[in-house]
């Protein structure tokens, strides 16, 4: 009985893997799109910062430069550093399948989960962020 039921496991197991690397390398894509956004968005932040003359502009002009920075010099970057990571861990598992290795579905779950989460944050951050170039600059 044991015999039967690993074939079927094994065979079940690779579409879930499958689907995993493609989920994996949707996010890898984003974390490129996102590090070419926050350099479109310093860029707009610079051309715009010398026009800046009222201390509540500067102050969101800093406060957008932060965010800029942390989102840019570390959140994304980490992401992606866990997300080849983990795609590394994938590639050892389709050479060589062990079904005792849950460990790679947690951890997946709950990578993704994170990236979903800044996903939703960098969306709210952009939103803000477009308000603020477009009402700040464009009336002035």
């Given at each position: 009985m044991e015999t039967i039921a690993t074939p079927t496991e094994?065979?079940?197991?690779?579409?879930?893997?499958i689907g995993m690397h493609r989920e994996?390398?949707?996010?890898?894509?984003?974390?490129?799109?996102w590090k070419r956004e926050l350099v479109f968005f310093q860029n707009l932040l610079d051309q715009?910062?010398?026009?800046?003359?009222?201390?509540?502009?500067?102050?969101?002009?800093?406060?957008?430069q932060n965010l800029i920075t942390y989102y840019d010099g570390e959140?994304?970057?980490?992401?992606?550093k866990k997300l080849r990571k983990h795609e590394s861990r994938?590639?050892?598992?389709?050479?060589?399948?062990?079904?005792?290795d849950v460990e790679y579905y947690t951890e997946?779950?709950?990578?993704?989960?994170?990236?979903?989460?800044?996903?939703?944050?960098f969306t709210e951050f952009k939103h803000g962020f477009f308000t603020f170039i477009e009402?700040?600059?464009t009336l002035k």
């Open positions: 094994k065979v079940t197991l690779q579409p879930s893997l994996s390398l949707e996010w890898l894509s984003a974390t490129a799109l715009h910062a010398p026009k800046v003359n009222t201390v509540e502009f500067k102050k969101e002009i800093d406060h957008y959140l994304v970057d980490v992401l992606h994938l590639a050892a598992i389709l050479q060589e399948p062990k079904e005792s997946h779950n709950g990578l993704m989960e994170e990236a979903s989460a800044f996903q939703k944050v009402d700040g600059f």
